[in-house]
């Protein structure tokens, strides 16, 4: 009941940026975590980067200094601004949400359908 619609990417030159937006929309009364994974071909899908209802964010330790995750939570959106891309930032990001429903309130996890992030020259 709660989808995610994910736009942003596509190809860039090593050392450019990109900016990845997650909508969310469905019967939703609170989102609580956002985040963004990735799977790079042959690899396993990891974390990228999270950040709370409050704000907290946390990062992989392979994009930080880099990637900033952000959240307008009137928008029930989560964005990724992604810096200094380099080739192994190739992958499918995903978005993830922690969100409860309306109208039981109850907890899922949702994921976008991802969009693919290519780094080359």
């Known amino acids: 009941q709660v989808q995610l619609v994910e736009s942003g990417g596509g190809l860039v030159q090593p050392g450019g940026s990109l900016r990845l937006s997650c909508a969310a929309s469905?019967?939703?009364?609170?989102?609580?975590?956002m985040g963004w994974y990735r799977q790079a071909p042959g690899k396993e899908r990891e974390l990228v980067a999270t950040v709370t209802s409050g704000g907290t964010t946390n990062y992989a330790d392979s994009v930080k200094g880099r990637f900033r995750i952000s959240r307008d939570n009137e928008k029930n959106t989560v964005h990724l601004q992604m810096n200094s891309l380099k080739p192994e930032d190739t992958a499918v990001y995903y978005c993830?949400?922690?969100?409860?429903?309306?109208?039981?309130?109850?907890?899922?996890?949702?994921w976008g359908q991802g969009t693919l992030v290519t780094v080359s020259s």
């Open positions: 993830n949400v922690g969100v409860n429903v309306i109208p039981t309130l109850s907890y899922e996890e949702v």
């Open positions: 469905g019967r939703i009364f609170r989102i609580n975590r």
